[in-house]
């Protein structure tokens, strides 16, 4: 048994198909969802490095980089995490977590004899 359909000229379907190609059609009227799903809410707070808790030295192909063990602003305590030192320096210029670092290396208002 085979089914004939009647398609326009020049087509470039095949006209002719097999009975068992056919699905019977069931409408299904259950929506979706009930409502719209609501957009997330992609605004994150400003992370800003707020204390540097450690600091290691990493080997990067053939150099070795200082990296620094970051408590970022607005995380929890144990999600600190390493990032390469002057990444970290260069891009939060102006963090808390600098004034740290220079009064435990002696301060940077230390004026010489």
């Known amino acids: 048994m085979a089914y004939k359909l009647a398609l326009p000229p020049g087509n470039r379907i095949h006209l002719?198909?097999?009975v068992s190609q056919l699905k019977p059609f069931t409408p299904d009227y259950t929506p979706v969802f009930a409502e719209l799903p609501r957009a997330p809410d992609l605004s994150a707070a400003p992370l800003q490095?707020?204390?540097?808790?450690?600091?290691r030295m990493v080997k990067k192909g053939i150099t070795s980089i200082v990296q620094v063990r970051v408590q970022w602003s607005s995380l929890s305590p144990d999600s600190a995490t390493w990032e390469d030192?002057?990444?970290?320096?260069?891009?939060y210029p102006t963090a808390p977590c600098w004034d740290d670092v220079a009064s435990a290396q002696g301060g940077e208002h230390v004026t010489p004899d």
């Open 16 to 18: 002719v198909f097999h």
């Open 85 to 91: 030192y002057t990444v970290l320096h260069h891009r």
């Open 49 to 55: 490095p707020v204390a540097i808790l450690d600091q």
